[in-house]
Structures are given as C-alpha cells and as structure tokens.
T-cell receptor, first 115, second 111 residues
C-alpha cells in the first residue's frame, strides 16, 4: 500500500513568494495532520482535520498560513507571503480512526527554504 | 505549562543495550508514544504505553510510570541501523489527537 505522499520534496523560494505544499493521505485514514519540524522547536502541530473538517488550527502561526482539505484524498498547506523564518521541514501525517490515539503515519516531508 | 524532556544526545556501542529516558509534565494523560526518525526521513511509530509497566516488542521495549511522569525506551542488541533520533510524545486528552512532542534524543551507535 502507498504511504502518505507529499509534494514537493524540496522547495526553495524567495521571501514574499507563495508556497503551496500538497499531501495525499493513506486511503481510508480519516485524520490528517500538518506538522512543522525545526531543530530548535522540534515537531509542532499546525492543524489537523478529521473527516475533512478542520478540528484544531491553534498551531497555525499566523494568518499567512492556511490549510484546506477539499476531499478525503487531498490536502494543501499554503504560506503567503513566505518569510525566511518559515524555513523548516513540513510533514503531513494521517491516522485511521480505529488506531490508538497518536499512531501517525508520516509522509517523507517537504523541506522548505525561504531566502 | 506542558513539557517533555529527553536527553539531546546519546552514544552506545553495537551489540550493547541503551535506555533513553523521557519525563513529562502535561495537563492530562492519554498515552505516551515513542517514534524513531532517521536523518532526513519521516518519523515512524515504535510503541505506545497507556498503563504502567513494560511493553516489549522485539529488541525494543518501552516502560511507563504515570505517577512519576516518566518513560524510557530500551533498545537491546544495538545495531548500526538504530542510529537515529528517538522522539517521545504524549497525548494529553481523550478525544484530542494532538500530541505534545519532545525534541528527540539523537542516538549514535558506534562499531
């Protein structure tokens, strides 16, 4: 079975540009999570969806960040405008509803560098 | 506040046993998780403890003491491929799928 698929794997952009990260969760999983990972702060939950509905977006840093999940097989995380401090690895993860709380299946991540 | 502490780095020798500790202070508790993350890769689930005691899974075991806010991950018969970061995470509410994550312990296994 295919795992969580993220694109792009690497993105280098200039400050002020719009960045869109994409995620396809594992088929049948009804929870989807967007995380950001940096050396200083570790893994931070940005937002999570359950059955395509945003449940908790308290981790979204500011209005420059937005996330959507138009259907069960696709989600996007958008940063507009991007800033150098947004440089990080962004992970998407999914979880089946029947699993223990917290058992997450992560994608390979999107490494974002904002110059 | 809510906090998870684990050592930043550890080193061990191939074939040996290593114990990685994690202490937590959270407003609630609904389980503790260990994930493994190789450099440049995604975290992968290792173990889950919700009751006190030891959970064994092959070469890896995880222990939990809820009264002490303490867990450890025990790795036996270390192999070079075990060199990775080990992340401790706590779920602090029943229906909430948010996890509070430690910064991870970077383990280097030397020959």
């Amino acid at each position: 079975d295919a795992g969580v698929i993220q694109s792009p794997r690497h993105e280098v952009t200039e400050m002020g540009q719009e960045v869109t990260l994409r995620c396809k969760p594992i088929s049948g999983h009804n929870s989807l999570f967007w995380y950001r990972q940096t050396m200083m702060r570790g893994l931070e939950l940005l937002i999570y969806f359950n059955n395509n509905v945003p449940i908790d977006d308290s981790g979204m840093p500011e209005d420059r960040f937005s996330a959507k999940m138009p259907n069960a097989s696709f989600s996007t995380l958008k940063i507009q405008p991007s800033e150098p401090r947004d440089s990080a690895v962004y992970f998407c993860a999914s979880s089946p509803g029947t699993s223990v709380v917290g058992e997450l299946f992560f994608g390979e991540g999107s490494r974002l560098t904002v110059l | 506040g809510q906090n998870i502490d684990q050592p930043t780095e550890m080193t061990a020798t191939e074939g040996a046993i290593v114990q990685i500790n994690c202490t937590y202070q959270t407003s609630g508790f609904n389980g503790l998780f260990w994930y493994q993350q190789h450099a440049g890769e995604a975290p992968t689930f290792l173990s889950y403890n919700v009751l006190d005691g030891l959970e064994e899974k092959g070469r890896f075991s995880s222990f939990l003491s809820r009264s002490k806010g303490y867990s450890y991950l025990l790795l036996k018969e270390l192999q070079m491929k075990d060199s990775a970061s080990y992340l401790c995470a706590v779920s602090n509410a029943g229906n909430n799928r948010k996890l509070i994550w430690g910064l991870g312990t970077s383990l280097a296994v030397n020959p």
